[in-house]
């Protein structure tokens, strides 16, 4: 269901390139559709030129705009709290030491390496982790900088996995991604392609577009990963693009933020797992929310994680709970954080388990 924009015709509110042109960039455009709260006049005030705002009509026609805690809105609107100096302060713009000698290339894990194609997003997210890159305008990376990321690629053979990132790599004109795609597929140490993209939730009308389709088929095995953090951003056009996706074979799979006020609260997030296996989405990561500047209030404390992650162990098909992890500082990696299940070892062989249901269950080998 719409909230707003009822009178666009279908053919329009289906088309990728009408929701990326009409999306709403201006506090003046955005009062059309809701009512602002003082903070969000001033959050958009205060972060022009620095976090900029930019939201498809179909991402925000998800907004229930009686609710001023409406979890797609606090993704959506920038705060005045964004820009609240004690938490700028205790923010970093980029925790990771993300990138290298090669402009947008980042090579943390020997086997994978991630490439930041574009710094332009269909819909700027206030909890980006990549908050930084909005500084630098919309600008895609040009085919010069292109090749210089695959010749690094071809010259380290034990890349197996290229991943492609952002800001939305999906943006990309298909004339690039194909490039971009055939190269990669002429190397032959590089197995599996993986596309980090936010379209199947901010404008899931890309994916209806065949040629789009024809390119990710083509070269196969690409995977998505993409990134739902609420129920409610599941939309009947995300459902019908994974469809065309999984159509096509490419596999979609979720990774999620943590973030306060949205989505740390187990019902909520048992449900977007519900949701995002009866659409065939495997949810892999629930993310602890990275310390980046402009999005520190978002921070939940580590146990609200892992009660998450307790609360849906028996609720919920083993497929459907997420790996929560804590990506640590200056890119040391990705680590799990797993509640405690084995309690106590008695013994050379008898070890103490706590159930899901909350038993202790001895287990002897
Ligand atoms: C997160 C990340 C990856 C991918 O890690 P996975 O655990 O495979 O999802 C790869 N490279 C960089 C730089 C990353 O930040």
Redesign the pocket.
Known sequence: MRNFFKDVPEHLWRDYKWQVQNRIKTKEELKRYIKLLPEEEEGIDRTKGIYPMAITPHYLSLIDPEDPQDPIRLQAIPRAVEMDKELQEKGQENP?N?ESLIPGL????PD???LNLTTFCAVYCRHCMRKRIFLEGERARTKQEIDLMLNYIRENPQIR?V?L?GGEPLSLSNEKLNYILSELRKIDHVELI?IHTRLLVLAPQRFFEEELLDILERHSPIWI?THFNHPREISPESEEAVEKLLRRGVPVNN?AVLLKGINDDPEVMLKLSRELLRIKVRP??LFHADPIKGAMHFRTSIEAGLRIIEYMRGRISGMGIPTY?V?LPG?K??VPILPEYLVEKRQDNVYIFRSPFGSFVEYRL
């Open positions: 990771f993300e980042t090579h943390r894990y994978r390496v991630l996995e991943i990132s993986r990963m990774q892999v990561y992890a990506d890119g990696g990705k």
